[in-house]
């Protein structure tokens, strides 16, 4: 009987066991789904899934005030608490990232160890002398000087940190692959917002986000802090020893834009809301100074309806602008202001890139541009140009003219040089409309090497510093493609450097 009862309860157990089976596997297919669309959602979200520091944890003290939450900000902090500092960064929008999150293309460096793995014979001198020439031999030489001998080392740096930049591409005005991007091609920004911000996280550097910095104190011509708006309701006062400024630029200020160029009146602009230039008013009331305000940079490619950069990474690759008539105007890998001018003298100040399957896949970002609804797509050459309404024959004849161009490696009609690996000739076809749009400020407050921000008489103002956009100088008249995420991390870091040795010092 006993055995009997054994048996029994064998066998129903085996039956439970072959029920939850199953039960599993399907659960099993559920839960994939589940978190295949969890790790979607995390990874489109990116910094909006971050936890900030609560507000009500912000202290009345700090070693240094981190003002802006972008790369540059991000930078310094990083480097001010390996020097053993205790930074906050106060950010005035409800997310971290500002201008950062938006850069498409990648950052400039050369010498850098991943160029010398991929076999590109880069120089410092070469990057220094071409970004020279983009500017109009118009750039701060000295800071010029520093920012090139420094990107390799920031290369290096964000390496350190699993910020991995080893997929190499070309931009405008630049001889040599030295762009650097995320490995697998993708947009650069928001990769390294999340990088920078795991890190900041894992070392414990506090970050408030709707936190207005309205004015930065001073007394006996020392800096002694900020007044801070946290969640728009009061004011407070926080102390610390030194301050960095890292706001932005102003691109979205259309007020300050059509005062100091008035014909940008009307135009759109890719920069985010946040970019008003708040930084550079506070450190003018210190008696801080400004350089080429007036120059303000114009990209060439943004979608007009919503104002998205189409990345320079796309032309980098190999693609063409046709105007409305398919035939090309320009060099496309020109400096960007010569780009827009060229699009400029079109009667539609507007035109469309061209590119196949073999862009799209060594540009990751296009796919995020087709899922914005950005991307005209066509089996053929014919299919494509009957979508975007330009002559079928003409746009034809632009393609195997410039597939031969990129087989003979000479590009006749506009001598183009770069970005000519590989032809268009890999169906599907692409297009996207694109016209110019403000981008970015070049001019902002004057620093020096150190990014110590200088009065009008060339003087430090006491514990006062600035890296990226915020700044001027650096770009000159016109800045490359790739620079600007460069400078962000190089003087970024170089302020957390500075600022931590100035606190030591006091």
């Known amino acids: 009987m006993k055995k009997r009862l054994s048996i029994t309860l064998i066998m129903l157990l085996s039956l439970v066991l072959v029920i939850a089976g199953c039960g599993s596997n399907n659960t099993s297919k559920s839960d994939k789904v589940e978190t295949k669309e969890k790790e979607k959602t995390e990874v489109t979200s990116g910094a909006s899934k971050t936890s900030y520091t609560d507000p009500s944890e912000l202290k009345d003290k700090y070693d240094i005030v981190i003002v802006g939450a972008g790369g540059a900000g991000m930078s310094a902090a990083l480097e001010a608490k390996a020097k053993g500092m205790n930074p906050v960064i106060l950010e005035k929008m409800p997310l971290a990232g500002g201008n950062t999150m938006k850069a498409s293309s990648g950052m400039n460096a050369s010498e850098t160890k991943f160029q010398k793995e991929q076999g590109i014979n880069d120089s410092n001198d070469k990057f220094y002398e071409e970004t020279l020439a983009g500017g109009h031999g118009t750039n701060d030489k000295e800071m010029l000087r520093f920012f090139v001998d420094n990107s390799a080392s920031a290369i290096d740096w964000l390496d350190s940190m699993d910020i991995k930049l080893n997929n190499l591409t070309i931009t405008g005005g630049m001889s040599e692959k030295r762009t650097h991007r995320p490995e697998d ?58 301050v960095v400024v890292t706001t932005g630029g102003y691109g979205a200020n259309k007020e300050l834009i059509e005062k100091e160029r008035p014909d940008l009146k009307g135009y759109v602009t890719t920069n985010q809301e946040g970019s008003t230039g708040d930084g550079i008013k506070m450190i003018e009331k210190l008696g801080g100074t400004t350089v080429d305000m007036d120059q303000i940079q114009v990209h060439p490619t943004v979608q007009q309806d919503k104002s998205y950069l189409i990345g320079e990474a796309v032309r980098g690759e190999g693609a063409i602008l046709v105007s409305q008539e398919g035939k090309r105007f320009g060099n496309e890998l020109d400096t960007r202001d010569n780009v827009t001018a060229s699009i400029n003298k079109l009667p539609e100040k507007s035109a469309y890139l061209i590119f196949d399957s073999g862009v799209k896949d ?81 001019g902002g407050v004057k620093i020096n090497t150190n990014t110590e921000v200088l009065d009008k008489d060339g003087k430090p103002i006491t514990g006062l510093f600035a890296a990226g956009e915020v700044t001027g100088g650096l770009h000159g008249e016109n800045r490359i493609g790739g620079n600007s995420v460069a400078e962000i991390i190089i003087f970024g870091r170089q302020a957390g450097d500075k600022s931590a040795e100035f606190v030591k010092e006091q």
């Open 185 to 242: 091609g993708s947009a650069v920004g928001k990769y390294l917002v999340d990088g920078l911000l795991k890190n900041v996280q894992e070392e414990k550097i506090p970050v408030f986000v709707n936190a207005d910095v309205k004015e930065i104190t001073q007394q006996d011509g020392k800096v002694t802090g900020v007044k801070v708006r946290l969640n728009n309701k009061e004011d407070k006062n926080i102390s610390s020893n030194a």
């Open 362 to 442: 060594r540009v990751k970002a296009i796919a995020q541009y087709d899922e914005m609804g950005f991307v005209e797509e066509g089996a053929t050459i014919d299919e494509l140009a009957g979508k975007i309404d330009v002559p079928k024959e003409e746009l034809t004849k632009t393609l195997d003219t410039w597939n031969t161009s990129v087989k003979n490696k000479n590009d006749e009609a506009f001598g183009r040089t770069t970005g000519m690996e590989n032809e268009l000739s890999k169906a599907p076809y692409y297009a996207i409309k694109i016209g110019p749009g403000i981008h970015y400020t070049m």
